[in-house]
């Protein structure tokens, strides 16, 4: 009987030591819908700094509001609402959302409040002579490094459909990343991860992975970029045409 309940209990304590969590990933997500169809962004990145470490967990509470709505909405208005920093007569935030360039600024803004260092975006298509295997490897790293550092990492995610002899972005969206394992195989073609869905304000699970057939390809044999396998996103489905073939992919990530 002692040896039925201890086996579990094993097998609980090696999963645990095998994945990297957001230091505070019991705080749940933010649900955008408090506000806005279109305040993933925001509401994303409020999540991160509730699911961080202390210090994260400390912007978050400077943040004005006593409720997830009055944050997002300050979040909006005191900082979504400036110009745009990569799109000429445009604010940060619109009825469109917002892009990574403008979130990371926001992101670093709100940190600059309790003197903590700036969040930084960067792209996960592939870099160069960089192959599949390393990006996967990069995507890794990049995700479970800035769960380490205590920031639970974004990912900025877009739906593209192959329509009219190409490929086409047709809806963007931003998720918590608050799980990922702590090692993988160099040659791992693909890893799982836990993220937290501000649609809703959902926890899920997803799979990043090298996709089957080449995705926004030059050559028409490698992918540029990765596949998110991620069955409970509802990103750009009612956009898709009957027939229309299309992919959720990983376009980039905000963390430290």
């Known amino acids: 009987m002692l040896l039925r309940f201890l086996i579990p209990?094993?097998?609980?304590?090696?999963?645990?030591?095998?994945?990297?969590?957001?230091?505070?990933?019991?705080?749940?997500?933010?649900?955008?819908?408090?506000?806005?169809?279109?305040?993933?962004?925001?509401?994303a990145l409020l999540t991160s700094f509730r699911c961080g470490d202390e210090n994260w967990q400390a912007v978050a509470e400077i943040i004005p509001g006593k409720s997830d709505r009055s944050k997002l909405l300050y979040i909006i208005k005191a900082h979504g609402l400036k110009p745009s920093v990569s799109l000429k007569s445009r604010k940060r935030w619109t009825r469109d959302g917002i892009n990574p360039e403008d979130l990371t600024q926001i992101a670093g803004e709100?940190?600059?409040?309790?003197?903590?260092?700036a969040p930084k975006s960067e792209s996960l298509f592939r870099k160069g002579r960089e192959t599949p295997l390393k990006l996967v490897d990069r995507t890794h790293d990049r995700l479970r490094?800035?769960?380490?550092?205590?920031f639970p990492p974004l990912l900025s995610l877009k739906r593209y459909v192959f329509r009219q002899g190409q490929w086409q972005p047709i809806q963007g969206h931003f998720v918590t990343v608050v799980r990922v394992p702590?090692?993988?195989?160099?040659?791992?073609?693909?890893?799982?991860?836990?993220?937290?869905?501000?649609?809703?304000?959902?926890?899920?699970?997803g799979t990043l992975k090298i996709p089957a057939e080449p995705l926004?390809?030059?050559?028409?044999?490698?992918?540029?970029?990765?596949?998110?396998?991620?069955?409970s996103a509802d990103i750009g489905r009612k956009l898709l045409k009957p027939g229309e073939k299309s992919f959720i992919i990983p376009v980039g990530f905000i963390g430290r």
Not at 192 to 204: E, L, M, Q, S
Request: with cysteine; charged share 20%; net charge positive.
């Open 216 to 231: 926004i390809s030059t050559d028409n044999q490698t992918s540029a970029c990765l596949e998110s396998v991620m069955p």
């Open 182 to 205: 702590e090692k993988i195989d160099r040659k791992a073609t693909s890893f799982t991860f836990t993220y937290f869905d501000p649609w809703k304000g959902a926890k899920h699970e």
């Open 110 to 117: 709100l940190a600059a409040l309790k003197g903590l260092p």
């Open 9 to 43: 209990l094993f097998l609980t304590i090696a999963c645990a030591a095998n994945d990297r969590w957001a230091p505070q990933a019991v705080a749940g997500p933010v649900n955008q819908l408090v506000v806005s169809g279109n305040a993933c962004g925001p509401a």
């Open 145 to 150: 490094d800035s769960l380490k550092r205590g």
